[in-house]
């Protein structure tokens, strides 16, 4: 091979490895964002259910006192 014709191979060969870096890089990029949203799904599921129950307990408390109140 001619050293011109190898040095635009060896190019090449670097620009498609670069490129195909860029495209994994951002295909785990993409992966570990979906899995975090996934995550703070949860963590707001856990969050709406520990404030529901925590109104429910208030509102028990708040019935306990007034039946008491008149005891």
């Known amino acids: 091979m001619e050293p011109t014709t190898m040095a635009w191979t060896q190019f090449i060969i670097f620009c ?3 490129f195909g ?3 994994w890089n951002r295909t785990e990029s993409r992966e570990d964002s979906r899995h975090h ?3 703070m799904n949860a963590i707001r599921g856990l969050m709406h259910e520990v404030i ?3 109104k429910d307990f208030h509102g028990r408390l708040c019935s306990l006192e007034e039946r008491n109140k008149y005891d």
Do not use: C
């Open 16 to 18: 498609v490895g670069v």
């Open 21 to 23: 870096l860029f495209i």
């Open 37 to 39: 949203d996934a995550q």
């Open 52 to 54: 529901k129950e925590s």
